[in-house]
């Protein structure tokens, strides 16, 4: 059973802070990684994808992966109130099912004032 | 690109009751996924569209559920005789052919509640 493992938290950080959120896979032949964010009671939402090794960076986000040691990571620094919410790791696959979408459970992350 | 849409967003029902619920993809997305997810978990892979074509049905969905795509455009998702155990939201997604075909883009999803 492929599976996708993160943190549920909740992750709390200071406002201004760097926010780590991480993310495992066992599928060894995965080939693309995405962070999405969702806010309670809505859908989530594409913030990131990463397909190789190394870093990508977005504005305040930035994804990291390492296939290796099959992990994913993001970063988010000066974190702000409006970044609260739950943030969900998704694999997929490669070969036959490379169309679906495996998801972690997510980590709540709350960003205080 | 107005994003996609489906409806209705919030459905309420009866147990027993069969309902249907609507995707509209971003035009010209000719991937479309279906996916549920329940409170505390992230949304699972329930079925997948190229154009016409299901491509894939998961073991989650029963015999119950049917999913159609009739003209590779928009689709539907209907669960006949419904449990409380399909309370759920249900989540469509779309993505186009090509390079960036990998990444996947959801609608607002329908919140189904059966009492």
């Known amino acids: 059973q492929k599976e996708v493992e993160q943190n549920s938290g909740p992750l709390s950080v200071p406002e201004g802070a760097i926010a780590s959120l991480n993310c495992t896979y066992s599928?060894?032949?995965?080939?693309?990684f995405f962070w999405y964010r969702q806010y309670s009671g809505k859908s989530p939402e594409l913030i990131m994808s990463?397909?190789?090794?190394g870093d990508k960076e977005d504005g305040r986000f930035t994804a990291q992966l390492n296939k290796a040691s099959q992990y994913v990571s993001l970063l988010i620094r000066d974190s702000q109130p409006s970044d609260s919410a739950t943030y969900l790791c998704a694999v997929r696959g490669g070969g036959g099912s490379n169309y679906k979408l495996t998801f972690g459970k997510g980590t709540l992350l709350t960003v205080n004032p | 690109d107005t994003g996609v849409s489906q409806n209705p967003r919030h459905k309420i029902t009866k147990r027993g009751q069969n309902v249907t619920f609507r995707c509209d993809p971003i035009s010209e997305h000719n991937r479309l996924y279906w996916y549920r997810q329940t409170l505390g978990q992230g949304p699972e892979f329930l079925t997948y569209?190229?154009?016409?074509?299901?491509?894939?049905k998961s073991r989650l969905l029963s015999d119950r559920f049917s999913a159609e795509r009739p003209k590779g455009s928009f689709s539907t998702l209907e669960i006949q005789r419904t449990e409380q155990g399909d309370s759920a939201m249900y989540l469509c997604?779309?993505?186009?052919?090509?390079?960036?075909?990998?990444?996947?883009?959801f609608g607002p999803g329908t919140r189904l509640t059966v009492t």
């Open positions: 990463i397909y190789s090794n």
């Open positions: 599928d060894r032949v995965s080939q693309s």
């Open positions: 569209f190229q154009n016409e074509a299901q491509l894939e």
């Open positions: 997604a779309s993505s186009p052919q090509g390079g960036s075909s990998r990444e996947q883009y």
